[in-house]
């Protein structure tokens, strides 16, 4: 059973655009929502990360929108970069000292 | 920032040898930490559960005998992959827990290759 859904599982953008990832998780005692990216060859690295007590989350053009009723999360990517060009995951966990359930990935592109 | 470091990076080596990959938490004290296991083009997939001074908690379908884990002090956990098989080809990852709990902040992880 996948606890945490992503899609697209690839998306291509062009230099500038919005980069839309989506999630969505089954289990309502998730409380903890990172996102990471991913380089070939490296281990992931948290860009942000939400709480269900707030709705919306900003860092610089990485914008993480949370609805709780529905059980979704999606991240936005402004004015997407080639360098960001990457795989990233969403993932879900309880609070405290639990391991992170990961969605299967999206490997984005951005192109010129 | 806190810092997770992997070692190696990369090893190659023959069927039937054992390895051993290290996972520090460089800045840090980190009494949990975790190891993932990646195939190519695939998400990550939690293998155990490192606890400082306790046993491993292992996932379903992990050999617990298969993979060796040691969290010895709260700034180091070792994966040893005991008599390995090229089935055991993949890329792990290490991650650990700050005193605060959650992010999680991951190591490089390490390129594993068997012959």
């Known amino acids: 059973q996948q606890q945490v859904k992503q899609s697209p599982q690839s998306l291509i953008v062009q230099k500038g655009g919005i980069s839309i990832i989506n999630c969505a998780y089954e289990?309502?005692?998730?409380?903890?929502f990172p996102w990471y990216q991913q380089f070939p060859g490296k281990g992931p690295a948290l860009l942000i990360a939400?709480?269900?007590?707030?709705s919306e989350k900003k860092e610089g053009r990485f914008t993480i929108s949370f609805n709780k009723s529905a059980k979704q999360f999606s991240l936005h990517i402004m004015d997407s970069q080639p360098g960001d060009s990457a795989t990233y995951f969403c993932?879900?966990?309880?609070?405290?000292?639990?391991?992170?359930?990961f969605g299967k990935g999206t490997r984005l592109s951005v192109i010129a | 920032g806190a810092v997770v470091s992997q070692h190696p990076s990369w090893v190659i080596c023959k069927s039937g040898t054992s390895v051993k990959i290290e996972c520090r938490s460089l800045?840090?004290?980190?009494?949990?930490m975790f190891w993932y296991r990646q195939f190519p083009k695939q998400s990550l997939m939690l293998m155990a559960t490192?606890?400082?001074?306790?046993?491993?908690?292992?996932e379903q379908g992990v050999e617990k005998d298969k993979f060796l884990i040691n969290h010895a002090s709260l700034t180091l956990s070792t994966l040893t992959v005991t008599s390995a098989h090229p089935e055991d080809s993949s890329f792990y990852i290490c991650?650990?827990?700050?005193?605060?709990?959650?992010?999680?902040?991951f190591g490089d992880g390490t390129r594993l290759s068997i012959l």
């Open positions: 991650s650990a827990l700050t005193p605060s709990n959650q992010p999680q902040h």
């Open positions: 289990n309502t005692a998730f409380d903890y």
């Open positions: 939400i709480r269900p007590d707030v």
């Open positions: 993932a879900a966990s309880y609070s405290g000292n639990t391991p992170l359930v």
């Open positions: 800045d840090f004290q980190a009494t949990t």
């Open positions: 490192s606890n400082e001074g306790s046993k491993a908690t292992y």
